[in-house]
DNA sequence: CACGTCACCTGCGTGC
DNA sequence: TGCACGCAGGTGACGT
């Protein structure tokens, strides 16, 4: 489920729910969760730790601690929650963590915060420097540092397919699937297209396509589809992801469906021609 | 370097 | 009803 939109969403929401608590104990229910350190480091290294920040850095929530960060990435089914700390285990808990005062035994007042992911592709990093997780990413979409004439000159550096290129993390960090055929379909490029015949012109149309679709999704709070349920509204605004043999909202030719990079690609086959 | 394939996982919808 | 199959918002390790 989760992209850039979907993960600032749930960062507001944990933000004020989660700044200040400490980190009393961690439960770690599915091993592979965590990418590092070991179970043992970390439960050692994360108890009294106080939630000094939450952030997030394309699609990973960024829990800055006392003397670490937290890292999350919620993949394709991760989900986070607060809870009471005595609300009992769900089905696809992966980790927990329990807040409450670490000078005190007394803990059944604390609130925890759940890792929900059914998948179990998620991952969590507790680490001292950043840049051993996020080091390798790309620019930030909606930075003010991120400009049209950036977006151009990265594609002309480069000869690859859009769509791959625009979901390569170390090109551009937070695009996914959805967010990235419709950025795409506003701007009328073909996914196909190679990076380095876009000139100038069709760069910017791109750059603003994807701040729109990206400030569009966070303002509806992200995109709710399938079984797993968030709030956001969002799919309900989608242009071309998930509606082949509906009409284009553009000129209404029929939104056909095709695999790029073995992932489902949403185009409308008039507005979007294949370039070089 | 660019690109294809598979792996990692569970659950849901579809069609036989 | 059962069951096989295809599909899903992501990424990383390979091989060519």
């Known amino acids: ?144 540092t991120y400009t049209a004439e950036k977006l151009y000159a990265d594609l002309q550096s480069r000869h690859r397919q859009l769509k791959p290129l625009l979901l390569d993390q170390s090109f551009l960090a937070g695009m996914g699937n959805i967010y990235t055929d419709e950025a795409l379909h506003i701007a009328r490029l073909h996914p196909l297209t190679s990076s380095d015949s876009v000139n100038r012109k069709h760069a910017k149309l791109l750059f603003d396509a994807i701040q729109e679709v990206l400030q569009e999704g966070i303002r509806r709070n992200g995109a709710s589809i399938d079984w797993v349920y968030r709030g956001g509204e969002f799919q309900n605004y989608f242009r071309v992801y998930g509606r082949d043999g509906k009409p284009c909202p553009n000129c209404g030719t029929v939104i056909i469906r095709l695999v790029v990079g073995q992932r489902a690609t949403h185009i409308c086959p008039n507005c979007q021609v294949k370039g070089s």
């Open 1 to 144: 489920m989760p992209e850039l939109p979907e993960v600032e969403t749930i960062v507001r929401k944990l933000r004020p729910d989660l700044v200040g608590k400490t980190i009393t104990n961690a439960k770690l229910l599915w091993p592979r969760t965590l990418a590092s350190p070991s179970p043992k480091l970390f439960k050692r290294q994360i108890r009294g730790q106080k939630i000094e920040k939450v952030s997030r850095r394309a699609k990973y929530l960024d829990i800055k601690l006392s003397d670490f960060h937290l890292f999350i990435h919620l993949r394709m089914s991760g989900d986070l929650y607060i809870k009471e700390n005595k609300a009992p285990l769900e089905k696809h808990d992966r980790l927990i963590l329990e807040f409450g005062s670490i000078h005190t035994t007394e803990k059944k007042d604390g609130s925890k915060l759940v890792f929900n992911d059914t998948r179990k592709f998620g991952r969590v990093w507790l680490v001292r420097d950043a840049n051993d997780v996020i080091g390798g990413l790309g620019p930030e979409p909606l930075s003010k």
